[in-house]
């Protein structure tokens, strides 16, 4: 087992966190953090699945084939074996095509594309337990997660995506656990994390190009090679944290050091992580859910609207362009105006809504421009702790319909039942394997802490019926 660590209140927080999380044993884990990591490693898994077809994930799975790689790690819903740290990189890319992948609201983050694939790589490499394998994710989701709320909001007025930053951290530690690193060592790996972390936002402000799909699966393979690298002695900063330029201060101009450590143990950052019911940028979903709300209590019809106005946080207001005539998909999931729209015009939101021909419809390109997004200052005074938004439909007739949303749905305050977990994820697995194999995988995923052997799930990721290349 992990070599523990009891006394670290004189360490760096660096070798602080390092130390507490390589000590750290699975029974002493709550059940409550191992319920959300099951949740978060079934939903994640359910989004690579839902990519299989995509031109991202069949572009990146061609091109890791032309390369070679030895074959032991499932790619999720294909029929193709990488080594443990290109199968981490290539589900972490598939994993974030969709825009359904999870987030952490204080953070900022996406943060399961970069540690599950990581986590669910090594643990099939090394063929250890279920329980094991949660952990795992346990562990990585607190690494990334603290270092990302000791950076944030700075770090991303800055430009940087902390899944691509912070989520190498969390890769590394997860894989930590799982080679059993001890204290010292999982300090290298973050030193080495730390040095290879990346990730910037240009993909948001672009004309919707795939850039932003590389940074999850990049931090995971980083992260991935990190801990290897430190389990063989290589050595990497043991202050990187912290230190002049190390990451903090190299990567925002605001940061509470503190919070790295700060009440450690007492509570797991993988309970605060919430879902996405919806596939679109998470700053548009509170705005969808009012919209919905007020659609599904009224006859309001598509040719009624006059306006929508939308007032919410700053960053969700101008952070990006909000076109109403998107250039691709991922410009129209980006944008709240044109989310809307296709809000009203199909009464959902998954990833099927978001269809190619609606790209350009002019019809739809016009109800966009019913819209009006603007900041609401008290609402910013509230981010991140809170993502609130205000929408007001106003009608032809002058009527006027007015939601407040404090926490959009998926956030623990307003949780997606266990059956809206299931059926998106049934609904997204449908995509690349046959439905029985995908109603064993949620059973396997249900009982994964009693799971002798993780390669009894992996062995689900890839049947006949997966995607071919």
Known sequence: MNQQVTDTASLTPTRQLASFLAGLREEDLPASAYAAAKIMATDLVGCGLGAVQSAEAQMAAATFAELGSKPECTVYGMDLRLSCADAAYMNGLASHVLELDDTHRNSITHVGAAVIPA?????????????????????????????????????????YLSMGTCGTFGAAAAVGHILGLDGEQMADAFGLAGVTAAGINSSIYGEGDMGKRLTPGHAAHAGTFAALMAQKGYTGSR???????????????????????????????????????????????????????????????????????????GIAVHNRPHRIRPETLFDARMSIPFSLAVTVRKRAVSDDDFSEDLIADPSLQALAGKV????????SAVFPREWPC???VTTASGATHRRNIPFPKGEPEAAMTPAEVEAKFLGLAARALPAAQAARLVDAFDGLEDLASIRDLTALLAPSGGVSL
């Open 390 to 392: 205000e929408i007001t």
């Open 119 to 159: 986590a669910l790589a090594m643990a099939e490499r090394e063929n250890v337990s279920g329980r094991t394998f949660l952990a795992a994710v346990i562990i990585g989701y607190e690494a990334c997660l603290r270092v990302a709320n000791a950076v944030q909001p700075s770090h991303w007025r800055r430009g």
């Open 239 to 313: 202050n990187v944290l912290e230190q002049p330029k190390g990451f903090c201060s190299t990567m925002s101009d605001e940061y509470d050091i503190g919070a790295i450590t700060r009440g450690l143990g007492e509570s797991w950052e993988v309970e605060y992580t919430s879902l996405k019911p919806y596939s679109c940028c998470r700053y548009n979903h509170a705005a969808i859910d009012g919209l919905l709300d007020i659609l599904g209590n009224t006859d309001i019809a598509e040719a009624d609207i006059a306006h929508m106005n939308v007032r919410t946080f």
């Open 372 to 379: 009006s997004v603007e900041e609401d200052p008290e609402a």
